[in-house]
């Protein structure tokens, strides 16, 4: 079988006395019969390229499948009344949240639910199911659960769903008494519904043209959404809006902001009369965050800022519109340290924070009898040389423990309680993977590698202990993102035990545009720096052969979305570094991206990419690394690209033009593969069982890469 050609329709256009020609812009159109059939054919030709590839993916879903706990329940969460949690049941893809009354206020230890119970049968006595998500899956190839919100008062229950994959959901409202739906239902939202206190109206977010959040609304229930209040439109094209409710319940905040910039309105439900205030008006480059505490016996606002240095300072302010010249100082700058959140509740603060390219969790005891308000300040403690900890499942304002999160590349997500009074560790669940697994078989490091400006960019890695006793070099799949100070920590994976059994490796290049070295490794990695990141991946590759971990033979790289544009661009600079390339729904053409701003997202992104549009030379900064730009006649390494047709964040037109050109410019082995899921969005596929299978392709692909396809 024969790949498929898109036939070149040249489109040139001009920027500032450049000319660009485009002979693949027409597959943009998502509706045309001739763009549909191109993808289902581009599917056709990778089934068939991998046919032979067919059992070891059914063999890789088996492992995953044998190594999960199908029937499981999650450690169940206090808020108010309840204890709520999910569960999943063997054979469905989406599983039920639930929730018990408490039956001690003064017990905030977790009941233990039942485990390997059937759906029909409860976990806890006074089980009550809120939603049984496969039941709102049925007749849908996709869904999605935006978010669910149980209102204060606890007797309604808001949620959103997506069956799409645009991401544009729909709320609907449940009497928790009567099991029945309200006949409220608003579309078109992103995400979910943040109740007022006293449980009568919700605020909701929508979104523009262009894929923005950029309207906060009001809806009373019991009233038709065309006559809900707008409380706030972001009229800035560069900021997006959003909406939620501090912990104590007390405040409603408004957040808008860009990637430079921040602004807060709050709501008082002490004062409602008010109505909604700005806190501190915006200015271009300051950022803050804003929570309710009581620190000293007096209501503050917390507000998390980077007024005073790049990683951010944690200082208190009057619960009323305030200037920065008027915040104080509690958590002062320190370079060496970025504070990325904060959580406050009645006792103590939980702090989240950086340091040396791992994340803490920090403790700050709040003494109203001292004069700073403050008690002991300490971290949770960790022993592993690589890992990720924080806090999740914290609603209650009131409550004397903390619930984290832990992980490492070796050892599976655990849930811990933190108790503040005894500061007592207490580990509630660790993620089951059946089989007989035993985290003391791998080992994990973190490596440094040398970019070529001096700059030592971290690298995690994870192997098999009897794979590394010869030393030998391994197989490896090398993970990168770098971009939106997004950090990828490390993490533990099920799907990833497929490979590392078979003797190949994973490794996360933690390169520059990611957060994982503070704020500076963001700048220095985006705008006019962006080929740092690509220099730093190329350099992490180049550090793991010379140091013996793996060769370029059997070397594969992987990125998704604006990881997927990092490959695509070092694989254009460096193709002889690697066996192959996994890029999922890769942000390629980026340059025709950004110069339409009618596109979803584009204004937003200028201050990452910047605008090529109005600044030549942006233009030809981007110009010079965009992969579909600089596709040439090299011999690429085989490329498997990865994309959903209802994408809406990297539109599937991206990976499929670059495809296209690939096919058309390259020289030497031409194997190109796309993938693209017809009923997904930038996510993928939804449901555990077909995530799965969609993993297992790819793995199976990875494997047959590096050698490694007939190991079994």
Request: some cysteine; charged content about 25%; proline content about 6%.
């Amino acid at each position: 079988m024969q790949p498929p050609v898109a036939e070149k329709r040249p489109q040139t256009t001009e920027h500032h006395g450049r000319s660009r020609t485009d002979d693949y812009e027409w597959l943009r159109d998502k509706e045309s019969p001739e763009v549909l059939a191109h993808l289902e054919a581009e599917n056709a030709y990778t089934q068939e390229r991998t046919a032979h590839l067919a059992a070891l993916r059914q063999g890789i879903f088996d492992e995953i499948k044998a190594r999960t706990r199908e029937t499981d329940l999650s450690v169940p969460t206090r808020n108010r009344g309840h204890w709520y949690y999910g569960r999943s049941f063997e054979g469905r893809e989406y599983g039920a949240s639930c929730r018990v009354p408490v039956v001690d206020p003064d017990d905030w230890t977790p009941p233990r639910p039942a485990e390997d119970t059937s759906p029909d049968q409860p976990a806890l006595p006074g089980e009550q199911v809120l939603l049984d998500l496969d039941a709102l899956a049925a007749g849908h190839d996709f869904f999605s659960l935006g978010g669910s919100s149980v209102s204060p008062r606890g007797d309604l229950l808001a949620y959103s769903t997506d069956v799409v994959g645009d991401e544009r959901y729909t709320i609907r409202v449940k009497d928790l008494g009567s099991g029945q739906l309200l006949d409220d239902e608003i579309t078109g939202v992103i995400g979910g519904a943040t109740w007022t206190r006293d449980g009568t109206s919700f605020f909701y977010t929508t979104l523009d043209d262009s894929w923005r959040a950029d309207k906060i609304w009001r809806h009373r229930l019991g009233t038709d959404q065309a006559d809900d209040e707008l409380v706030h439109h972001e009229t800035d094209g560069r900021f997006w809006a959003g909406v939620g409710r501090t912990r104590s319940d007390r405040f409603i905040v408004v957040a808008s902001g860009s990637k430079t910039t921040s602004e807060y309105r709050f709501l008082d439900a002490d004062a409602p009369e008010l109505g909604f205030r700005v806190f501190s008006e915006r200015r271009e480059g300051l950022e803050y965050s804003l929570d309710h505490a009581v620190v000293g016996g007096a209501d503050v606002f917390l507000v998390l800022h980077n007024g005073t240095g790049p990683d951010f300072e944690l200082a208190t302010a009057p619960v009323a519109p305030t200037p920065p010249e008027d915040w104080r100082s509690l958590v002062a700058h320190d370079p060496a340290v970025r504070l990325e959140d904060v959580d406050a509740f009645a006792g103590h603060l939980v702090v989240h924070q950086r340091s040396d390219g791992l994340t803490q969790l920090r403790i700050i005891e709040l003494d109203p009898v001292a004069e700073s308000g403050l008690g002991d300040d300490y971290l949770v403690e960790f022993d592993h040389e690589i890992y990720t900890v924080g806090s999740a499942g914290n609603p209650a304002f009131d409550q004397p423990v903390v619930r984290l999160g832990y992980a490492t590349m070796a050892v599976p997500a655990s849930v811990y309680d933190y108790d503040v009074r005894s500061r007592e560790l207490t580990l509630l669940r660790r993620a089951p993977v059946l089989g007989g697994y035993d985290p003391g078989d791998y080992e994990e490091h973190r490596l440094w590698a040398t970019a070529p400006d001096g700059e030592r960019v971290p690298v995690s890695v994870v192997a098999r202990r009897d794979a590394r006793a010869s030393g030998d070099p391994l197989p490896l799949l090398l993970y990168g993102y770098g971009a939106y100070e997004t950090s990828i920590d490390p993490y533990f994976s099920i799907a990833r035990l497929s490979l590392l059994d078979r003797g190949a490796a994973f490794a996360i290049a933690h390169v520059r545009g990611g957060g994982e070295m503070g704020r500076r490794w963001y700048d220095g990695g985006k705008l006019f720096a962006k080929q740092n990141t690509f220099s730093d991946f190329v350099a992490c590759a180049r550090h793991l052969v010379e140091a013996g971990w793996t060769t370029p033979e059997v070397l594969v790289a992987e990125g998704a979305s604006a990881g997927g544009l990092l490959v695509g661009a070092v694989v254009n600079q460096a193709p002889e570094l690697f066996a192959g390339v996994v890029a999922g729904v890769p942000f390629v053409d980026a340059l025709t991206t950004m110069l339409d701003a009618t596109l979803p997202l584009t204004v937003t992104e200028y201050d990452e990419w910047g605008n090529p549009e109005a600044d030549a030379a942006v233009y030809d900064y981007m110009a010079a690394y965009a992969p579909y730009d600089n596709v040439t006649a090299a011999d690429y390494p085989p490329i498997l690209a990865e994309t959903s047709l209802n994408d809406t964040r990297v539109l599937y037109v991206e990976p499929a033009k670059w495809v296209a050109r690939l096919r058309a410019t390259a020289v030497g082995r031409r194997d190109f593969l796309l993938r693209t899921e017809m009923a997904a969005g930038h996510g993928g596929v939804s449901g555990r069982y077909k995530s799965w299978h969609d993993r297992a392709f790819t793995l199976a692909w990875v494997l047959d890469r590096m050698g490694l396809a007939s190991a079994d």
